[in-house]
């Protein structure tokens, strides 16, 4: 396999124009990518350099919602003050995910392309009613996932950012597995939302086909009361979650439903300030 | 088989340089050949082995995990950039010394590295801080409470 070229486009359409090519691929932080190339696991042709794209750096806000750009990275996110007054479970979450120097490279386009049945990503777009927009189309989050690893994006099409409602509150918690587990990923991670309108949304990585919906978890907040004790002794079904050396199904599911009790009180505890 | 190279430049250690880079060679790759660090011993020097962490525009990136291609026109500095050239520790440097936390010559200078672009954003962190920061970078051989009482004594050192 012969080395692939390198591009690096200066805006988003000669990158779309780019991305074109036969077996091109784009490389946004590479922290997924590039170990599989460097392995060999993975080829490309092409590689396009896009995570420097200016077009995909944004993280703006309006009355209702929040868009970040594709490649905008965790640093971005946990270094900007407004997401910690508007969206603080968001920045929170950013802020912790990986490493320091994951977090400098690593973009939120990359892990929703990537679409790893783990991301947190996912989890929180779900929890948070996103559109997740590409360059030629616009989805729902609950449209994004269409497997492990499979997401709609076509050939050549780019995801260029998300736009997230803010909630009336929101956490995140995560269940980590011991050092040395060999993933990066935690065991479990949920997203708890709930929204302006009063509905509970349940965000939950880790899913056999990916990030999901926990609706009855979300049935239960909104029956119960948004509180950690709505959710007790409830999970999860075992058999839509994934499993590996590290947890089998059903411990996931056990995890997810404590992660999602966690996810709520921190929600209760760290609130947002949606005063617009 | 068509091997297509580039030269590429950047300032590593505040000289600017200029080699051949291939598409997939990384960053710790073309420092290593930049900073002629040839032998095990050499890259330990310049801290290019372990995770390789280098500050690339002021913020840290593993070397291993950068394509070189994509640090065209970078600023560059490495472990072994951080002492003056009369040998001259940083006080965080000093301060790993000191605190018995240059445990292994693999990760330890990428500990350090790790520490520095905390500092950078936040010079005045708490115990807990440093070692959230931290966290993820210690190997079974280090010793976090000597890696977190280094970063904190080198912050105080910078302070006073
Ligand atoms: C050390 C480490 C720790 C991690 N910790 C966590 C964690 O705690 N929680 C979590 O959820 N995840 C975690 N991850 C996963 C991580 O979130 C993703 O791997 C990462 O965000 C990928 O982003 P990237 O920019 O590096 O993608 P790249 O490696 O550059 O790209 C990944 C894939 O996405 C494609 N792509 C990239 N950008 C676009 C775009 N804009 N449009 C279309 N396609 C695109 C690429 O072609 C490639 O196929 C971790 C990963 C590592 C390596
Ligand atoms: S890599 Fe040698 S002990 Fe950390």
Known sequence: MAAPDHLRPSTLPEALEALKRPGARALAGGQALLPLLLDGSEQARSLVEIGHLAELRGLDRDEEAFFVGAGTRPVDVADTPVVWTLLPAFAEMAGAMGDPQFRNRATLGGALAENHPSSCWLAAALALEARIQTDRREFLAEEWTLGAFETPLEPGEALVGLRLRIPRRAGWARIRAGSGSGSPFPLASVFAVETREGAARLGVAGGRDGAFRWRAGEAALEESGFAPDSLAGLAPRSDGMSADERADAAHRALLAGRAAALAVARALEIRSAPGL | ?160
């Open chain 2, 1 to 160: 088989m068509s091997v297509s190279s580039t030269s590429v430049r950047m300032t590593v250690n505040g000289r600017p340089v200029e080699a051949e880079a291939q598409a997939l060679t990384t960053l710790a790759e073309y420092l290593a050949v930049v900073l002629e660090a040839e032998t095990p011993e050499r890259r330990r020097a310049e801290g290019l082995e372990g995770p390789a962490v280098v500050m690339m525009n002021g913020e840290s990136v593993k070397a291993g995990r950068v394509l070189a291609v994509s640090a065209a026109s970078a600023q560059i500095r490495s472990f072994g950039g951080l002492a003056r050239h009369d040998g001259v520790l940083t006080p965080l440097q000093r301060a790993f010394v000191e605190a018995g936390a240059m445990l292994c010559p693999d990760c330890a200078p990428s500990l350090v590295m790790s520490a520095l672009d905390l500092l950078n954003r936040n010079p005045i962190p708490s115990g807990e801080e440093v070692r959230d920061w931290l966290e993820d970078s210690l190997c079974p051989v280090s010793d976090a409470d000597r890696a977190v009482s280094a970063v904190l004594a080198a912050a105080a050192a910078t302070r006073s």
